[in-house]
């Protein structure tokens, strides 16, 4: 079919100084199937994120239609997704101690975000993924981190 989008990807280049966060460029990618049964990416949006400490989280939340103050809803949501799946997250982060500093780090919800509650990858990249279905890129000069979803399944072979 031409023009299908199979997945949303969502890219995060981050700018980081030492002292915090200066902001995140965004970018929503289709990868779309067109008539030569070939895949062309295509770059869906593009936009510049206010640095307030809570970059990635209002680089998600507008990404996902909530808008770059709808950062607080992407906290709760993660909560949620923690508390839910909280066997699977404390077998991906290998402790029950680390799963409650990621809650600490998560449970911000007003004004600029002090360096205690930043975004930590890869383990905030697992919990936007799986709660969002999304493919998630992470790019910044220490390490590209690609995020799938843990819980969803794969798209089934299409036979031509």
């Known amino acids: 079919m031409s023009g299908l989008i199979y997945f ?42 206010q640095a307030n400490g809570n970059c990635e989280f ?5 990404m996902l239609g909530f ?8 906290r709760c949501d993660l909560l949620t997704e923690m508390h839910v799946y909280a066997q699977l997250y404390e077998s991906v982060y ?14 911000h919800f007003e004004g600029g975000a002090s360096y205690d509650y930043w975004t930590v990858m890869p383990e905030i990249g697992y919990l936007i993924s799986s709660h969002y279905n999304i493919v998630l890129l992470l790019l910044s000069m220490h390490q590209p981190l690609t995020f799938l979803p843990l819980r969803t399944e794969p798209i089934p072979p299409v036979a031509c």
Do not use: Y
């Open 8 to 49: 949303r990807v969502i890219i995060i280049l981050l700018t980081l100084i030492s002292v915090g966060c200066k902001g995140a460029f965004i970018f929503e990618v289709g990868l779309l199937n067109t008539i030569f049964w070939t895949n062309a990416t295509v770059i869906i949006h593009m936009k510049d994120i």
């Open 58 to 62: 209002r680089a998600i939340a507008d």
């Open 67 to 74: 808008g770059e103050d709808g950062w607080p809803q992407v």
């Open 94 to 107: 290998g402790s029950a101690q680390h799963l409650e500093e990621i809650r600490h780090l998560l449970n």
